[in-house]
Antibody, heavy 116, light 108 residues
Framework: EVQLVESGGGLVQPGESLRLSCAAS????????MTWVRQAPGKGLEWVAN????????NYVDSVKGRFTISRDNAKNSLFLQMNSLRVEDTAVYYC?????????WGRGTLVTVSS | EIMLTQSPATLSVSPGERATLSCRAS??????LVWYQQKPGQAPRLLIY???TRATGIPDRFSGSGSGTEFTLTISSLQSEDFAVYYC??????????FGGGTRVEIK
């Protein structure tokens, strides 16, 4: 069974950092583009970033460029999102998803709350 | 960045009735559009890709159509489990991938 499990969310203050993780199983992780998508409370979906299978190319939405870094460890079937200089508007459920152009498998998400 | 506009924002439908959801793109996305379903408290689930191809396990009461800038998701006979929020998403011109604002299908 293809499975993605996110972790690492929590409550932080503006300006602080957080690192999200996503554990993948049931598919060949090292051959797959991976993506982070977020959803603010009561709002729609927003693509955040994705990363190539070998980790050598990544793309970001403009609002997180320079603050967030997506990375992966193919040996551990894991995806990461390092989030620095967090803002109140980054508050959202963050989903890990498999695929580049249209993610076809999603995790259950992890909630990040940025508040003072 | 390509903007996707979904209408209506909310659709009230009785079980067994047909639902028609619209997604309009700010410029052509060719056939590079997909649909997701999201139920409360759950992750989105891929419904339709390539405009009209159902993802694995999706019943045939779901169908997609359109090209260019105008797309439609049709649910032929709504079942109780179909009441959810539906999002379209384009990948013709990325990054970024962009999503529509969603259509909530609720019980009438």
């Amino acid at each position: 069974e293809v499975q993605l499990v996110e972790s690492g969310g929590g409550l932080v203050q503006p300006g602080e950092s957080l690192r999200l993780s996503c554990a993948a199983s049931g598919f060949t992780f090292s051959n797959s583009w991976m993506t982070w998508v977020r959803q603010a409370p009561g709002k729609g979906l927003e693509w955040v970033a994705n990363i190539k299978p070998d980790g050598n190319e990544a793309n970001y939405v403009d609002s997180v460029k320079g603050r967030f870094t997506i990375s992966r460890d193919n040996a551990k079937n894991s995806l990461f999102l390092q989030m620095n200089s967090l803002r109140v508007e980054d508050t959202a459920v963050y989903y890990c998803a498999k695929g580049a152009r249209y993610p076809d498998v999603w995790g259950r998400g992890t909630l990040v709350t940025v508040s003072s | 960045e390509i903007m996707l506009t979904q209408s209506p924002a909310t659709l009230s439908v009785s079980p067994g009735e047909r639902a028609t959801l619209s997604c309009r793109a700010s410029q052509s996305v060719s056939s590079n559009l997909v649909w997701y379903q999201q139920k409360p408290g759950q992750a989105p689930r891929l419904l339709i890709y390539g405009v009209s191809t159902r993802a694995t396990g999706i019943p045939d009461r779901f169908s997609g159509s359109g090209s260019g800038t105008e797309f439609t998701l049709t649910i032929s006979s709504l079942q109780s489990e179909d009441f959810a929020v539906y999002y379209c998403q384009q990948f013709n011109n990325w990054p970024p991938l962009t999503f529509g604002g969603g259509t909530r299908v609720e019980i009438k």
